[in-house]
Every structure is written in C-alpha cells, then in structure tokens.
Nanobody, 115 residues
Framework: QVRLVESGGGLVQPGGSLTLSCEASGFKFGHYIMWWYRESPEKNREMVAEMTSLGGTRYSDSANGRFLISRDMDKSTLKLYMSALTPDDTGVYYC?????????WGQGTQVTVSS
C-alpha cells in the first residue's frame, strides 16, 4: 500500500528557510518520479519541484535558485529545502508520486511565510 506522509511545515519569517520531508512507503522509493506541489487559496495546485528516478531535477520559475529537491534513499524520504522564502510561498505543500501510472498524494503540510 503506497503511503506518502509530509512533515516539516510551519510558520517562517520572510527571508527564512524551511525543509519539508515526505516519508514514502509501499513501493520501491528510488524507482519512480516524484514531485512537490503547492496549493494556496489564490492559486491552483502547482508543481514546485520534480525529481526523476535518475536524479534529474526540474523546478518552477519561482522555485528555481531557491528550492532544492532531494531524496534520502536510506530513509525513503523526499525532501524540499526552501530558502529566501516570501509570502508568495505560503500554501499547503504536497508530495506526489507516479507509481505504476497511478498518482499518489500525501495529505499536505502547511507553510506560512509571514512576519
């Protein structure tokens, strides 16, 4: 049974940094493409960062240069390091995996950037 559980969200001041984690289970973690998405009341759910099974990465324009996606293979955990955060980064962050052509989502973790 595929399971994705996000954690690490919280309140952070503008200019600060935060690391999100997505603990994965129920599938071979390193074999599939995975993403981080963000959703806010003002915006539809949007892709923030992507990591392929070969380690290739892709970022949204707003995340490029500030966010870093990575995998901890020992802990089967997908991470998102976010820096230079602005209020526009506020939202619920979701982990997504495409496992055998089925999309699986975590429950999300709230990130609020505010002074």
């Amino acid at each position: 049974q595929v399971r994705l559980v996000e954690s690490g969200g919280g309140l952070v001041q503008p200019g600060g940094s935060l690391t999100l984690s997505c603990e994965a289970s129920g599938f071979k973690f390193g074999h599939y493409i995975m993403w981080w998405y963000r959703e806010s009341p003002e915006k539809n759910r949007e892709m923030v960062a992507e990591m392929t099974s070969l380690g290739g990465t892709r970022y949204s324009d707003s995340a490029n240069g500030r966010f870093l996606i990575s995998r901890d293979m020992d802990k089967s955990t997908l991470k998102l390091y976010m820096s230079a955060l602005t209020p526009d980064d506020t939202g619920v962050y979701y982990c997504k995996g495409a496992i055998d052509m089925i999309d699986y989502w975590g429950q999300g973790t709230q990130v609020t950037v505010s002074s």
